[in-house]
Structures are given as structure tokens and as C-alpha cells.
């Protein structure tokens, strides 16, 4: 498996409009664009640094992933992206290595990325999302 770079890290936000305040009025970054994502119950908000970006979360729906991690541990880092070159073989290695993985195929993800999560009790504790994207 071949990690090209971190490619976001996301932070789960109970409020989209203040988070943003937080991330581009206090550090300067700029919004880059927001994407709901309707699978995963969602609405997403991508803040380029440099070569990664900030990816903030916030759930469109208290059952969603988001909603449930919110209410559980509050607001915060939810996960870090790596970018990878080949998603499906990267699955394919964890899996042999017998790796935890949420997911075993690729899905579709925000900003036409492709992901796929690791389970965090294989990766001591940290949710770890994959993540390819054609250039």
C-alpha cells in the first residue's frame, strides 16, 4: 500500500456556520466548498492548509454517524484521511494482513473521493479513513 499523504482530517461540528467563524475567521483558512452527503447523513465543508485539508462534519440527521459520535464524545476530531494511490488494493493488504476495516469495498465520498474506513480498534483507537482521488 502505497500512502501518498494526509489528506484531511476531519472534525465533527455541532454547527456548521460557527465552525467555520472559528476556521476562517480566527485562522484565515478559506471555504472551498460545502457537499451533503446523503448516504452518510452529513453536510461537509472542506478548508484547504497547505497540501490537506480540514474537512468539517455536521449531521444532517441525529442517527448519522456524526450525530452518534457527537452525542457520544462531543464535538472534535472525528477522523484522519490518508490518501492512498490504489484504495482497492490498500484494502486488499489490510484485509490479508487481517486488518479491521469498516469497509471492504471503496464507497463514494465527499469531493468525488473514493473512501474507506478502518475500524479503530485496529488503529489504537483512531478512526482512519482511505481515500483516493483521480487528479
Excluded: W
Aim: net charge negative.
Amino acid at each position: 500500500m502505497k500512502v501518498l499523504k494526509i489528506d484531511h482530517i476531519g472534525i465533527a461540528v455541532e454547527r456548521m456556520d460557527e465552525a467555520l467563524a472559528v476556521f476562517e475567521g480566527l485562522l484565515g483558512l478559506k471555504l472551498h466548498g460545502t457537499e451533503t452527503v446523503e448516504e452518510q447523513k452529513v453536510r461537509t465543508a472542506f478548508l484547504p492548509s497547505g497540501d490537506s485539508e480540514i474537512e468539517l462534519l455536521e449531521s444532517t440527521d441525529p442517527d448519522g454517524p456524526i450525530g452518534k459520535y457527537i452525542a457520544a464524545k462531543g464535538q472534535g476530531v472525528q477522523h484522519v484521511a490518508f490518501r492512498v494511490e490504489n484504495l482497492e488494493e490498500a484494502l486488499a493488504e489490510l484485509k490479508a494482513k487481517g486488518v479491521r476495516l469498516i469497509d471492504e469495498k471503496p464507497r463514494s465520498g465527499a469531493g468525488g473521493a473514493r473512501i474507506a474506513f478502518l475500524h479503530p480498534k485496529a488503529t489504537n483507537g483512531v478512526l482512519v479513513e482511505l481515500c483516493e482521488r483521480k487528479a
